[in-house]
């Protein structure tokens, strides 16, 4: 979110180091993405601690001496052994969004680990449900939010469901006093944040795209409403949005065909108009998207109409790779870098781009604006232009309007994830899709 949360870990360690109070060393648990993120940053603000990093074939955690361990959630997974024998001065879990669910491995390896100081940091506690909440305080105080089923009963289904003023007062007593929740827009944090612009940008269909949609529609809609309310009825609505959000991409994304074909698509057409005046501007662009088969038609679109090969960050890079890939980017030797949602949504410094575009929007604002804060953050000097690509007159348009009437739950505690499309009506999807 770009709100300071890895300089104030960091200061923290400090502290620690100089109050002797690192005996024990402390244990950093990141999203892969970050791992080198983390390390630069514990270089340049804090050299004199002993940093190691928990990663590669040959990892181990025999080494003496060493003030922070670094290493990432899937390794924690894995290695499960190596962490929850040891015990550790500090544990900080970044991106603690990541341990939102209190059922998977991932998350029982996470809170297996014992230290004697532990600190969630994320700037999104709540994705999808108030049980997230749940499971990153139980990291830190296991019992304080009661069981998770009391805590579903009592307090999440009366706010998400009735928006229970009377619950939420109580959730809010029991949390505030471990939760610090700091604003780039509260001027008292820092008044010299640029402004954000949030434009949307309705997109027009082609003909070939509109043709391919309206089939696509017919033909799922006959099946789906042919299905009783089930678990594979709201798997095959979301295989419809998902086939929708493609077409509405590029017809080629949808068909599975390697055809970069700008005049196909009225997104990537609009999208070339806004790079050219980017680019003539001597500005710079990140482009989020959440598939990777759209981001390599993203790069041989831009490489055909615009001529230069624009970075293209995603989860199939190494480590070495993707650091070297930001560099560029933040260093100016390219002007536009493509992110897969998932592997540069959260904690990446892009603040070299003043525009962010959404090509393909995730129905969730909490993960939407995590993606937008890798350039508008703390260190940013430029106003921070956010083009959100939508297909006028199609779902993706009708879906932005439900979730803007959503968003009073969302300010209340909640971020609205996407679980609730796949609850429709038959009539309520057939008039998403009019």
Known sequence: MGL???????????????????????????????????????????????????HGQKRSLDQVRVDVWLTSFGLVR?????FETRDWGLLAVDEAQNIKNPFVAQTKAVKKIKANYKIALTG???????????????????????????????????????RNHQALAYFKKLTEPFIMRRLKTDKSIIDDLPEKIVID??????????????????????????????????GMVFKLMTGLKQICNHPNHFLKTFS??????????????????????????????????????LVEMIKQTLKFEPLFFHGGLTLKKRAVMVDEFNNHFCPVMILSLKAGGTGLNLTA???????????????????????FRIGQTKNVNVHRFISANTFEEKINQMINNKRELAD???????????ELSNRELRELFK
């Open 201 to 234: 940008q309705y997109c027009t269909l082609t003909t070939d795209q509109a043709s391919l949609y309206q089939a696509t529609v017919d033909q799922m809609m006959k099946v789906i409403e042919g299905m009783d309310d089930s678990i594979e009825r709201s």
């Open 124 to 162: 999104t506690p709540v994705e999808n449900h108030l049980s997230d909440y749940w499971s990153i305080l139980d990291l830190l105080m296991p019992g304080y939010m009661m069981n998770i089923g009391d805590f579903r009963d009592q307090i999440a289904r009366p706010i998400e469901l009735d």
């Open 4 to 54: 300071g949360k890895t300089i104030q870990i960091i200061s923290l360690l400090l502290i620690f180091k100089q109050q002797q109070m690192l005996t024990k060393p402390a244990l950093i648990v990141v999203p892969t993405s970050l791992l080198n993120n983390w390390q630069r940053e514990l270089a340049k603000f804090a050299p004199m601690l002993n940093v190691a990093l928990y």
């Open 78 to 82: 894995r290695d499960v052994d190596q």
């Open 260 to 297: 970069p074909q700008v005049a196909a698509s009225g997104k990537s057409i609009r999208l070339m108009e806004i790079l050219t005046e980017i680019i003539e501007d001597h500005h710079q662009a990140v482009i989020f998207t959440q598939y990777t088969q759209m981001g390599d038609l």
């Open 353 to 375: 781009a003043s525009h962010v575009i959404h090509y393909d929007l995730w129905w969730n604002p909490a993960v939407e604006n995590q993606a937008t804060d890798r350039a």
């Open 412 to 422: 209340l505690t909640v971020g609205s994830g996407e679980k609730w499309i796949g």
